[in-house]
């Protein structure tokens, strides 16, 4: 399996490779999502699923910004299953790390307020090349 087939870790920098542009249209609430992903009150495995295909239709669609919807992280046991609330944010990282997807992530940000604040990120997808 290749590098890209695991998936390359998230960025761990403060901005993530984005320039302070990025930053202030974050802190502003001026970002409008290209494409939405809604995972709030699936079970993990669809959360998980649904996440998933979702990013393989937005880089399909050249979107830039996602716009994902998990709840409010909340302190979850790793073994949860989907009992408790916050489950599917608190795998939420993990799963874009490890998934398919991971290296086509430029940076992931705290949506605003508008958009779901702590209840929601901002995946900042690479430009295809």
């Given at each position: 399996?290749?590098?890209?087939?695991?998936g390359?870790?998230?960025?761990?920098?403060?901005?993530?490779?984005?320039?302070?542009?990025?930053?202030?249209?974050?802190?502003?609430?001026?970002?409008?999502?290209?494409?939405?992903?809604?995972?709030?009150?699936?079970?993990?495995?669809?959360?998980?699923?649904?996440?998933?295909?979702?990013?393989?239709?937005?880089?399909?669609?050249?979107?830039?910004?996602v716009?994902?919807?998990?709840?409010?992280?909340?302190?979850?046991?790793?073994?949860?299953?989907?009992?408790?609330?916050?489950?599917?944010?608190?795998?939420?990282?993990d799963?874009?790390?490890?998934?398919?997807?991971?290296?086509?992530?430029?940076?992931?940000?705290?949506?605003?307020?508008?958009?779901?604040?702590?209840?929601?990120?901002?995946?900042?997808?690479?430009?295809?090349?």
């Amino acid at each position: 399996m290749t590098d890209a087939a695991r998936g390359a870790p998230l960025p761990s920098s403060p901005r993530g490779g984005l320039d302070s542009h990025w930053d202030r249209r974050f802190r502003s609430g001026s970002i409008e999502p290209d494409f939405t992903l809604d995972l709030h009150g699936h079970t993990l495995d669809q959360a998980h699923d649904r996440l998933d295909a979702g990013l393989a239709q937005a880089r399909a669609l050249g979107a830039r910004v996602v716009l994902v919807i998990a709840g409010k992280p909340r302190p979850v046991d790793p073994a949860d299953r989907a009992d408790r609330r916050g489950a599917i944010r608190a795998k939420l990282l993990d799963w874009l790390a490890a998934g398919p997807h991971g290296a086509s992530i430029a940076a992931v940000r705290s949506a605003h307020r508008r958009h779901g604040g702590e209840g929601a990120l901002y995946l900042i997808l690479r430009k295809h090349g």
